[in-house]
């Protein structure tokens, strides 16, 4: 085979391609609540009335400072006909499409009447139409001008030969614009409407939180699977009726059945990752994930706890006696008398665990920590049994009973003495609500044989990074995620 003819091979499938519709690539079709690029109407209008107004697409209807033009372009952004696949279905406002970006190009002058082009094709196609009409109008001006030379001519062969070439340059000239338009029309409609590949406006989709008590109370979710189908995916394909909420269900008393613990959601928002229920009953308050006979299991339960997470060590370098201190595995110390829930005192603007100065009069501390240990991944496990009222009276009491009765109570934090490289002496660390430190505590001598644990420098955390007791009553401390890389070293 010669090589005219790969070159024709190649010419032709390159032909192919740049003709084929664009209405012929194909696009799976997924449900479009779970699509960024699918837009329900009323969300499409508002969001371009942002751009273009800065407000709501009903406000700017009413806004006499938004300029009209704009406020009219609005609705012609959103696209519902067959090139918005698979952003279909729904009706009125609810309708699904696409959603252009609201900017358009203004001109400095205008090109029959119009200066406002969407985008480059915009401008070729329209002034390509309008020169194809001035074509006309020249071509007509042409052929009744030498038409009257050639009446007028008087028999003059020479202005009779201009005139009637004049004459078939016109319609030759004529022909050739049109015919051109209806050749490329006839070969892919698309050369002549000359649509380039549009930018589409992607939809926001919210991250959404391990639970779904922590979403805005209004958020409309869809139950997904009930809590004992965890380990099932969820299809994008799947149809869901969002019409649950906790704000309705807090009114209605009805979190628990509304949203029990391991149950999962979605919402509109956020494509196919769900959020889980969180509620549990009295007895066992806490909705955690964490099994110590079996850490590979990731489902949900209800367990009878305070506190529980995991306690992992995200170094990019791990640490070592010669490059840099650190926490190593397994990171909580052998030492379950003091792992756990501590009361918080504030003595003249230090803070203070009092649990070793007044042991013998109060119990300070919730302890009784369980630990499992995951060599294979260097991740440790732990659950704290659920607190009763009468152990939280006595730790807030705790503070005011220690130093002459000059502490004063400022929250509970989370106690734990992590396992230091190089086989130094572990360091007690506080632990706020959502996982983070707080700072390290030191052991101030007292005298008489009592210390006091004091946080070391000055604190800079706020009462909102401690524990309530309300979270530890009822489970509402959740499960923490603890990553002892970012944790201080003395």
């Not at 609810?94 to 985008?119: D, H």
């Not at 194809?132 to 003059?156: D, K, M, P, R």
């Not at 999962?264 to 909705?287: H, K, L, M, W, Y």
């Not at 009763?388 to 009973?401: I, P």
Request: aromatic share 10%; hydrophobic share 40%; proline share 4%.
């Amino acid at each position: 085979m010669n090589t005219s003819f790969y070159r024709s091979v190649v010419l032709i499938v390159a032909m192919f391609f740049f003709l084929a519709p664009a209405a012929a690539l194909a696009q799976d079709q997924t449900n479009p609540a779970f699509n960024t690029i699918c837009w329900q109407k009323i969300d499409c209008l508002n969001a371009r009335a942002q751009l273009a107004c800065g407000e709501p697409y009903q406000n700017a209807l009413k806004d006499s400072s938004c300029d009209k033009s704009k406020v009219d372009a609005i609705p012609n952004g959103f696209v519902s006909d067959a090139s918005a696949a698979p952003c279909t279905g729904g009706t009125g406002n609810a309708q699904w499409g696409r959603c252009l970006p609201a900017g358009v190009t203004k001109t400095e002058i205008s090109f029959g009447g119009k200066s406002s082009f969407t985008n480059i094709g915009d401008f070729i196609q329209y002034n390509y139409k309008y020169l194809i009409a001035i074509a006309a109008i020249l071509a007509t001006i042409v052929i009744v001008i030498s038409g009257a030379q050639w009446v007028v001519s008087g028999g003059n062969s020479e202005i009779i030969s201009s005139a009637k070439k004049r004459i078939g340059g016109a319609i030759i000239g004529l022909f050739l614009a049109y015919s051109s338009y209806f050749i490329l029309n006839t070969i892919n409609p698309n050369l002549v409407n000359f649509r380039l590949p549009q930018t589409w406006m992607v939809r926001a989709i919210q991250i959404v939180p391990q639970f779904c008590s922590d979403l805005s109370p209004t958020t409309s979710l869809a139950l997904a699977s009930p809590a004992g189908q965890q380990s099932q995916p969820i299809s994008p394909s799947s149809t869901f009726t969002y019409d649950k909420s906790y704000a309705s269900s807090t009114a209605n008393n009805s979190l628990l059945a509304d949203f029990p613990c391991g149950a999962r959601f979605v919402s509109q928002t956020g494509e196919t990752a769900a959020c889980f229920g969180d509620n549990c009953v009295s007895s066992t308050p806490a909705c955690i994930n964490i099994h110590l006979d079996n850490v590979k299991n990731s489902d949900y339960y209800c367990a009878d706890a305070s506190v529980a997470g995991t306690i992992a060590g995200n170094y990019i370098i791990p640490p070592t006696c010669l490059l840099h201190s650190g926490y190593v595995f397994p990171y909580l110390a052998d030492n379950d008398s003091e792992n756990g829930i501590t009361a918080l005192c504030d003595y003249n603007g230090k803070i203070y665990v009092p649990y070793k100065y007044i042991e013998s009069s109060f119990d300070a501390q919730l302890t009784g920590m369980r630990v499992k240990d995951d060599p294979q991944n260097k991740i440790d496990y732990f659950i704290l049994p659920k607190a009763t009222w009468d152990q939280l009276t006595k730790m807030e009491n705790s503070c005011k009973a220690s130093l002459s009765n000059n502490g004063t109570f400022i929250g509970f934090g989370l106690l734990l003495n992590i396992n230091r490289s190089c086989s130094l002496a572990n360091v007690s660390h506080l632990v706020g609500n959502k996982g983070q430190d707080l700072g390290i505590f030191e052991n101030v001598d007292l005298g008489f044989g009592s210390t006091l644990a004091v946080l070391e420098g000055n604190y800079s955390f706020n009462e909102s990074d401690l524990f309530t007791g309300d979270q530890l009553l009822y489970g509402e401390a959740k499960q923490l995620s603890i990553d002892v890389s970012t944790f201080s070293t003395p």
